[in-house]
């Protein structure tokens, strides 16, 4: 009876992805600043916006420091893209289903962070129905149950997004996924900006694998203290933030920064899906994440160290490789990944000793 409930599941799900897989790339309606989403959260009912911050310099970047955002873009001056939701993107992650990660980690409780920051390869690995695979960067603090936590990048959703198409995908919770925890826009929190580039677009299939550009940094103010999404080519294009008022914890910095990839599998019985590139990071041609960097408790940019980055990986089935790039600056790199397998296959992995750096 599990057999047959589990195929149940899967063809009424099937059905949904097919009737609107096609057709539903980046549709979207324009709406004006202040009356999207965002600001119908209890929390910033007072929130005052901000619409050029002021962000870490970037190499080959000097105007990035106070960079203007509300710009003609595909929406008219002071308006901002909104995808158009279809029913499966209604889905409200609970932090649920069968996990993998294959990423770096700062030591929690080490130090404090503003941010993180790297160039990442964007892929579209072969991802169905009640599975997901993704390449992020995370920012984090407070105690388990009461976690901040935001992660922003790219992901292959077929559930969320009803195809499978490689988007610029966010996810965030202020209490550990137990009462908040959504995808993008779908429920108050983020902060769109930038008139071109929202969260929930695509990457055109016809350009990946390529390399793009993340960051998640909290503003060099030290006043309003929002953490902002910067993505692109070469790191210069602040999309917009999530305010300080969400967060207890994360308006004080962050104790965790993390940069890898990870796999969701909704259903115990289903394969789990290829991460990265869906091949092991033995292959030197396949890029993770490069030029991995940290903003540190002063606002400023800098460069990620061996000894302050700790392995996450927990199955057979992935794999994560460390390397430094030798130059005028070394860089700390990574590469990870895997093709997945089936639920016998992808066995867990014990966590890795503490170790005190």
């Given at each position: ?13 099937l ?65 901002v ?14 932090n649920?289903g ?29 991802v ?6 993704r ?58 900006l930038?008139?071109?580039v ?8 016809d ?48 104790d ?13 019985g289903l ?20 030029w ?8 400023q ?7 302050e980055m ?12 460390q390397?430094t ?33």
């Amino acid at each position: 009876m599990a057999a047959v409930r589990l195929l149940l599941v899967i063809f009424i799900n099937l059905l949904s992805f097919y009737s609107h897989a096609e057709g539903n790339d980046d549709v979207f309606r324009c709406v004006k600043i202040s009356e999207q989403l965002a600001f119908k959260h209890p929390k910033l009912k007072h929130h005052q916006l901000q619409t050029t911050p002021n962000i870490p310099m970037f190499p080959g970047n000097e105007a990035s420091k106070s960079h203007s955002i509300v710009s003609p873009g595909l929406c008219p001056l002071g308006q901002v893209p909104i995808h158009v939701n279809t029913p499966s993107s209604q889905l409200i992650d609970k932090n649920t289903g069968v996990k993998y990660t294959a990423a770096v980690s700062t030591v929690p409780g080490k130090k404090t962070y503003r941010g993180g920051a790297a160039f990442y390869g964007v892929y579209n690995p072969p991802v169905t129905l009640m599975q997901s695979s993704r390449a992020s960067i995370w920012v984090q603090n407070g105690p388990e149950s009461q976690l901040n936590s935001i992660e922003a990048g790219w992901a292959v959703h077929p559930d969320l997004y009803g195809d499978n198409h490689t988007r610029l995908t966010a996810y965030w919770t202020e209490d550990d996924f137990q009462t908040t925890g959504c995808y993008n826009l779908l429920c108050p929190g983020f902060v769109q900006l930038d008139s071109s580039v929202f969260l929930r677009k695509s990457f055109p299939l016809d350009s990946l694998p390529t390399m793009r550009s993340i960051a998640i940094i909290q503003v060099t103010d030290k006043v309003t203290g929002n953490w902002w999404l910067v993505a692109g080519v070469d790191l210069i294009l602040p999309l917009g933030y999530w305010p300080k008022e969400l967060f207890d914890y994360l308006s004080l910095g962050a104790d965790v920064v993390k940069h890898g990839g990870s796999t969701i599998t909704y259903l115990e019985g289903l394969d789990r899906p290829p991460m990265g590139s869906g091949r092991y990071p033995d292959d030197w041609k396949v890029p993770g994440f490069t030029w991995i960097q940290y903003v540190n408790n002063s606002y400023q940019l800098v460069q990620a160290e061996r000894g302050e980055m700790t392995v996450i990986l927990d199955s057979v089935c992935y794999d994560l490789q460390q390397y430094t790039t030798v130059g005028a600056v070394p860089r700390e790199n990574i590469r990870y990944g895997g093709p997945g397998g089936t639920h016998e296959k992808c066995k867990q992995l014990p966590p890795p000793k503490p170790r005190d750096l």
